[in-house]
């Protein structure tokens, strides 16, 4: 079984920074399509961004304020957050897809990001 365990939540400012990290027990990350979700109180869950090894696609909310990236090597997808507003407020999963004979889908247990002052 796939474990999907994220890291780096917690409570920023307005205007602040923060990285989230995911790091997931697998020998074939590379093959993996890995994603950011988040919900916020009474929302449901909606994707952030998503990244492969081609490329990366990302929410309008957070265009040009969020950067996913991967480093295949310690299978660990980041979130980096930047000029972070209250509306950001969630709870962010990480998620992991890989296709291999059939999809196999695995969620985290997710992380809590506060911006508030």
């Known amino acids: 079984q796939v474990q999907v365990v994220e890291s780096g939540g917690g409570l920023v400012q307005p205007g602040g920074s923060?990285?989230?990290?995911?790091?997931?027990?697998?020998?074939t990350f590379s093959r993996y399509v890995m994603s950011w979700y988040r919900q916020a109180a009474g929302k449901e869950r909606e994707l952030v961004a998503s990244i492969t090894n081609g490329g990366t696609l990302y929410a309008d909310s957070v265009k040009g304020r969020f950067s996913i990236s991967r480093d295949?090597?310690?299978?660990?997808v980041y979130l980096q957050m930047n000029s972070l507003?209250?509306?950001?407020?969630a709870v962010y999963y990480c998620n992991a897809v890989v296709?291999?004979?059939q999809r196999r889908d695995y969620w985290?247990?997710?992380t809590q990001v506060t911006v508030s002052s």
């Open 108 to 110: 985290g247990q997710g």
């Open 99 to 101: 296709i291999i004979g």
């Open 18 to 27: 923060l990285r989230l990290s995911c790091e997931i027990s697998t020998l």
């Open 72 to 76: 295949n090597a310690q299978k660990t």
């Open 85 to 89: 507003k209250p509306e950001d407020t």
